[in-house]
């Protein structure tokens, strides 16, 4: 839908396409993407005349000029499902085959307000939720549990703020304490640990760390997803290690992605290097590349895709090339939600970006346009049917 407002904008849409454009409009839960897309045109647009002041008078303008051509067309307009547009619309934003998304990003303000909508056929993205377990395992949920400090380790003191957890080590800890920090399905969180490193887990994954870092190495064990910036420290090494796998590091930035049903570990470097080491395969990564670690044990290097590999953390659904399983592999992960299959889904394979604040039933609006595919949430179900 991006694609086609900015011809809009530009008056080159056909009669199809706005029409198209209309229609979609037309309906009152979509009337918020509306909003955030004339807003993200703005941002977007260098030849804006007008200061950042200024886009709030002229987005309301935007979407004025274009309620009132919807309440126009709205006499001549017939159920959405009989309709030839639909199909020419989808052609306009098919490129060979494969489906873009419009990106869409939201702040926190518009968040507030997707979530306030969901109902009872409908998911909330996830958010900041996590469980802390301590050394003596007792545990801590983070999501409900008061900001400021939590708890004392030895000399280490462990506070938290708004979807962050801080470790503050002072003096010698002694005993070497390991916690682990658990995000469920629908959950994320950031770490600060006690050298100052930090981390980001994505969803359903899990980091298990000491308290204070002791020896002549930082070690870590990571199960699922995280993005990495560690502090330097030529004496003291960092590693994580992940399903017998090991990635090393002095400092740099990284993102490791290993969950088990996953067909392949990724490793992805941003800045600074690292080796990656299974038993006798090693594998040294230069900034912009990416390790794959196969079912066989080889490490294969290839040139990364930072812009999809760090997707998550910037909140974005980023899929390329992807099959309808691959897809909703990551909604599940995301939404918490369980995925059935009913008949011979598609095999087409879909291309675009998408926000991750958005509700599921936007994200799956948004696949159902090309036309072969179709979804039903029933409670924390989805049914995906051709």
Same mark, same amino acid.
């Given at each position: 839908?991006?694609?086609?407002?900015?011809k809009?904008?530009?008056?080159?849409?056909? @009669?199809?396409?706005?029409?198209?454009?209309?229609?979609?409009f037309?309906?009152?839960?979509?009337?918020?993407?509306?909003?955030?897309?004339?807003?993200?045109?703005?941002?977007?647009?260098?030849?804006?005349?007008?200061?950042?002041?200024?886009?709030?008078?002229?987005?309301?303008e935007? +979407? #004025?000029?274009?309620?009132?051509?919807?309440?126009?067309?709205?006499?001549?307009?017939?159920?959405?499902?009989?309709?030839?547009?639909?199909?020419?619309a989808?052609a306009?934003?098919?490129?060979?085959?494969?489906?873009?998304?419009?990106?869409?990003?939201?702040?926190?303000?518009?968040?507030?307000?997707?979530?306030?909508?969901?109902n009872? #056929?409908?998911? #909330?993205?996830?958010?900041?939720?996590?469980?802390?377990?301590?050394?003596?395992?007792?545990?801590?949920?983070?999501?409900?549990?008061?900001?400021? %400090?939590?708890?004392?380790?030895?000399?280490?003191?462990?506070?938290?703020? =708004?979807?962050?957890l801080?470790?503050?080590?002072?003096?010698?800890?002694?005993?070497?304490?390991?916690n682990?920090?658990s995000?469920?399905?629908?959950?994320? +969180?950031?770490?600060?640990?006690? =050298?100052?490193?930090?981390?980001?887990? %994505?969803?359903?994954s899990?980091?298990?760390? @000491?308290?204070?870092?002791?020896?002549?190495?930082?070690?870590?064990?990571?199960s699922?997803?995280?993005?990495?910036?560690?502090?330097?420290?030529?004496?003291?090494?960092f590693?994580?290690?992940?399903?017998?796998?090991?990635?090393?590091?002095l400092?740099?930035?990284?993102?490791?992605?290993?969950?088990?049903?996953?067909?392949?570990?990724?490793?992805?470097?941003?800045e600074?290097?690292v080796?990656?080491?299974?038993?006798?395969?090693?594998?040294?990564?230069? @900034?912009?590349?990416?390790?794959?670690?196969?079912?066989?044990?080889?490490?294969?290097?290839? =040139?990364?895709?930072?812009?999809? =590999?760090?997707?998550?953390?910037n909140?974005?659904?980023?899929?390329?090339?992807?099959?309808?399983?691959?897809?909703?592999?990551?909604?599940?992960?995301?939404?918490?939600?369980?995925?059935?299959?009913q008949?011979?889904?598609t095999?087409?394979?879909?291309?675009?970006q998408?926000?991750?604040?958005?509700?599921?039933?936007?994200?799956?609006?948004?696949?159902?346009?090309?036309?072969?595919?179709?979804f039903?949430?029933e409670?924390?179900?989805?049914l995906?049917m @051709?």
């Amino acid at each position: 839908m991006l694609y086609l407002f900015k011809k809009y904008l530009n008056n080159q849409c056909t @009669p199809a396409e706005v029409e198209a454009l209309l229609e979609y409009f037309n309906v009152q839960e979509n009337e918020l993407l509306l909003r955030d897309i004339i807003m993200q045109n703005l941002e977007m647009d260098d030849t804006w005349p007008g200061s950042k002041a200024t886009w709030g008078n002229a987005a309301d303008e935007t +979407y #004025a000029g274009i309620k009132k051509q919807i309440a126009a067309e709205k006499n001549k307009m017939i159920p959405i499902f009989k309709r030839t547009w639909f199909k020419i619309a989808a052609a306009a934003i098919l490129l060979f085959g494969i489906f873009t998304f419009y990106k869409l990003g939201l702040g926190k303000n518009n968040l507030k307000q997707q979530v306030a909508k969901t109902n009872s #056929a409908d998911m #909330a993205p996830g958010g900041n939720k996590a469980v802390l377990t301590l050394a003596d395992g007792s545990k801590i949920v983070l999501d409900s549990a008061a900001n400021g %400090n939590l708890t004392n380790q030895g000399n280490t003191t462990i506070i938290k703020l =708004d979807g962050k957890l801080a470790y503050t080590a002072s003096g010698n800890n002694g005993e070497v304490l390991y916690n682990t920090i658990s995000t469920p399905k629908g959950g994320m +969180y950031q770490i600060v640990l006690s =050298d100052g490193s930090k981390v980001w887990l %994505n969803a359903a994954s899990s980091l298990r760390f @000491p308290t204070a870092f002791t020896g002549k190495q930082r070690n870590v064990e990571l199960s699922g997803e995280a993005y990495f910036e560690i502090e330097k420290n030529a004496a003291m090494p960092f590693n994580v290690t992940v399903s017998e796998m090991n990635v090393q590091v002095l400092g740099t930035h990284f993102n490791v992605m290993a969950y088990n049903e996953e067909s392949e570990i990724k490793t992805t470097l941003l800045e600074g290097a690292v080796k990656v080491t299974k038993g006798s395969a090693v594998g040294l990564l230069k @900034p912009g590349k990416q390790a794959s670690l196969d079912n066989n044990g080889a490490i294969i290097i290839t =040139d990364a895709e930072i812009e999809k =590999d760090l997707a998550w953390k910037n909140g974005m659904f980023f899929f390329e090339n992807n099959d309808i399983k691959t897809i909703m592999q990551q909604l599940n992960r995301w939404y918490d939600a369980d995925i059935s299959y009913q008949g011979n889904v598609t095999s087409r394979r879909f291309t675009g970006q998408i926000s991750r604040y958005i509700n599921l039933s936007g994200v799956l609006k948004m696949l159902e346009l090309t036309g072969d595919i179709h979804f039903k949430i029933e409670g924390k179900k989805i049914l995906v049917m @051709p």
